[in-house]
């Protein structure tokens, strides 16, 4: 069981791809088959799995998530961080913190068009840590 | 491998912090290193990383759980159970019922913001099942 | 760590039952308490652990889903696979790629009315590879 954290300066809302970073711890460890659990330590941004090949998925991702879950919605009550601050945290809870990714033959067992990215759901930039947990053979 | 079982009461639909119910499992099994599965046996309630210090967040998922996916919705069939029976379905779906959480130096280790709650989607109160199942060293 | 590939063959979009697939990796592997991990190497299907009882559920999440992200969005950019290719990506994000079920007594420790599902968000019918990863003793 092999723990590494990762630190991702985000550049406010919008994703960025960490598939490289991810992989490279899986690489260090030298596990063969196995499993990497991502689990991001905040309440604000999020982990997805998405296609990979056209950035206009993730485009077209926070258009979706701008109307489902609009800022400076005037029902929210908690708003001491800003107009965005209950929207970053519906948006994390209605996608993902965590998830482990099969190790196979050594690398992350993802499919062709599957990337990992963090998902910032704050329009400032954040720094933000990641905590990978290795285990297999 | 350790698996505990734990029960919690529920007060119907809202969120209950079990992170002190968690880190007591992780604590009894004394590994220092590792990873804590949680896995809620129910289909009407879910298991969500939270904000823990304002719990207005909590209202205000309520909030947005209300008007995204509304009790009594006419083009529902499934309503045996009553106008937020299927909600409840929809809602455990969009959110979440298993997840990791990382072992560091024999504690859960979240985010300094970070509880882990049961989210009640029915009404009425109901006891819920978690399957918490430790690993590591 | 035993890792099996299970390939489903959806019939365009809806939800397939594939508990009992999962469940013979389970038995095969011989582990009698531990962890499947199941991941889906694809952007635009799911995996939902979902009641399995009534089939108007699953019918009614659709209905849910249809509402939520509709096809055919204009405000989409990325459409080049169809009017559902990315509200296919949007259902896949606000779902789950990936989770674990505990193994107890040589089974899935799911809940009465826990199934586990492949939910297929294109219309067109598509071979799904699911890869389980088996660990515990």
Redesign the interface.
Same mark, same amino acid.
């Given at each position: 069981?092999i723990?590494r954290g990762i630190e991702v300066a985000s550049r406010g809302r919008g994703t960025l791809d960490i598939t490289a970073k991810v992989e490279s711890v899986v690489v260090e460890s030298g596990i063969i =088959?196995? &499993?990497a @659990?991502l689990?991001?330590?905040?309440?604000?941004a999020s982990l997805?799995?998405?296609?990979n090949a056209?950035p206009?998925?993730r485009?077209?991702?926070e258009?979706?998530m701008s109307?489902?879950?609009p800022d400076g919605?005037p029902?929210?009550?908690?708003s001491?961080e800003g107009r965005e601050d209950?929207p970053a945290?519906?948006r =994390?809870? &209605?996608? @993902?913190?965590?998830?482990?990714?099969?190790i196979?033959a050594g690398r992350l067992?993802?499919?062709?068009?599957?990337g990992i990215y963090l998902w910032e759901h704050r329009t400032a930039p954040h720094n933000r840590?990641i905590?990978v947990?290795i285990?297999?053979?």
């Open positions: 069981m723990q =088959t196995g &499993l @659990h689990f991001l330590r905040h309440t604000s997805i799995l998405c296609e056209d206009a998925v485009r077209d991702l258009t979706f109307r489902c879950v919605d029902e929210f009550e908690h001491a209950m945290h519906v =994390t809870i &209605l996608t @993902h913190s965590s998830f482990s990714v099969p196979v067992g993802l499919g062709t068009w599957q840590r905590l947990t285990q297999g053979e």
